[in-house]
């Protein structure tokens, strides 16, 4: 059995406890969207501030959201991310660009009357369509969607506008509002959507102003963790990778992507079989693959004797994270720190030791193993109706490597 060598110092720590300003709703853009399974702002911030300087590059390789990008430029730190996900990916650079307020009021002003008068617009068309928004709702949708087409405004203020549009989605949406994965509501009752959009609109602009003068930079640099080739050196790496069997985070997002993309579905489809994950599998994804790691190998041929579905998807998850933590090493500077933030979701009837199997990865791979903080989760939004394949988690698992 592989062994590990070094064995970490594990302490407890309660991240809100130690930082409860941070808890603040209205800290800068962290809540102008929904998104599911967001890390909270507390883990990046205690990090960058402890292992980074100012000026320092932090990359997160799955930005999700953007909670590690705007908690790093908020520090006086600049910002990588990669993000496959095109809503999350859109929603990590716009909460993370500055705006001219006064510009930007200044060209939403008459946004109103133009949607009003808005008249040549497209519905998109995309699998039940018509079940998951009533005819009234997608012709509001529709109008703002091409009115700020046709502003042909600056890009930066552009994306805003479509980030403001895709907020209110759900939300106008017969989807079950306490849900975070979309499920029909038996009793659907959307809001008017013209207003929500200038509710959201409003409360983001308030947002932006916290941004409004800040410096540093935070850019996307690629959309595939697995297939980054950057000659760019980071100071440090902080991320929250998927959990294996945790979260389908492409289909919490599909009816904003469907919207956005003016419903582009095959282009959803072929990016879901991109996914840590492995949301859908392609031809490809139906090979066993092994890492070398006995531990980890026994886990996937385990999973793989009582469903050789769950082991084909174990083994796409922990190949395809060794070689991402494989390209995070390459572009971390001597002495620079990763912190992965991982739980230990539950697959089949198993309970996977994510913390343990990522500190054999990273050892073997080259990194020195430092430090496991540990922080336990009070907070649990989970859909109605669960996978019985899936467990809620409990604690994080913060694992501080150093290059």
Not at 200 to 217: P, W
Not at 269 to 286: R, Y
Not at 335 to 341: E, K, M, N, R
Not at 352 to 379: A, H
Request: net charge positive; glycine share 2%.
């Amino acid at each position: 059995m592989y062994k590990l060598i070094q064995q970490p110092k594990v302490v407890t720590i309660n991240f809100k406890q130690l930082m409860p300003d941070l808890s603040k709703r209205n800290r800068a853009t962290h809540h102008i969207h929904r998104y599911p399974a967001k890390l909270i702002p507390h883990i990046p911030n205690y990090l960058i501030n402890k292992f980074t300087e100012e000026e320092d590059i932090v990359l997160d390789p799955f930005c999700g959201s953007g909670t590690t990008l705007l908690e790093t430029i908020l520090s006086k730190r600049n910002a990588f991310g990669i993000e496959l996900n095109p809503v999350a990916r859109l929603l990590s650079k716009v909460k993370t660009t500055p705006l001219n307020i006064l510009e930007l009021k200044n060209i939403t002003e008459n946004l109103y009357a133009k949607i009003k008068k808005c008249e040549n617009f497209m519905i998109p068309e995309f699998t039940n369509r018509d079940l998951w928004f009533n005819k009234n709702v997608q012709r509001d949708l529709a109008k703002i969607r091409t009115t700020i087409d046709d502003l042909k405004a600056e890009k930066d203020i552009e994306d805003f506008l479509y980030i403001c549009f895709s907020a209110i989605i759900y939300r106008v949406s017969n989807s079950e509002q306490r849900d975070i994965m979309p499920r029909l509501s038996k009793n659907p009752q959307p809001p008017d959507v013209i207003t929500e959009f200038f509710k959201k609109l409003s409360y983001c602009i308030d947002r932006f102003c916290d941004l409004e003068f800040i410096q540093n930079k935070s850019t996307i640099i690629a959309e595939d963790a697995k297939k980054m080739h950057s000659n760019k050196k980071v100071n440090m790496v902080i991320t929250s990778p998927p959990y294996l069997s945790a979260m389908t985070y492409f289909r919490t997002t599909k009816l904003e992507y469907f919207w956005l993309s003016n419903g582009d579905v095959e282009s959803y489809k072929k990016m879901s079989k991109e996914t840590i994950n492995g949301e859908l599998f392609s031809k490809s994804n139906k090979e066993l693959r092994f890492i070398g790691i006995p531990e980890i190998d026994d886990f996937i041929s385990s999973i793989y004797q009582k469903s050789p579905h769950y082991g084909l998807k174990a083994s796409m998850y922990f190949t395809d994270m060794y070689k991402v933590l494989t390209n995070l090493q390459k572009v971390l500077v001597n002495d620079g720190h990763l912190a992965v933030i991982v739980g230990n979701s539950q697959i089949l009837d198993n309970r996977v030791p994510l913390n343990y199997f990522f500190q054999l990865m990273g050892i073997r791979i080259g990194f020195d193993l430092l430090l496991e903080m540990v922080d336990e989760i009070k907070f649990h939004k989970l859909a109605t109706i669960r996978s019985k394949h899936t467990n809620r988690i409990y604690n994080e698992h913060v694992l501080l490597f150093k290059k």
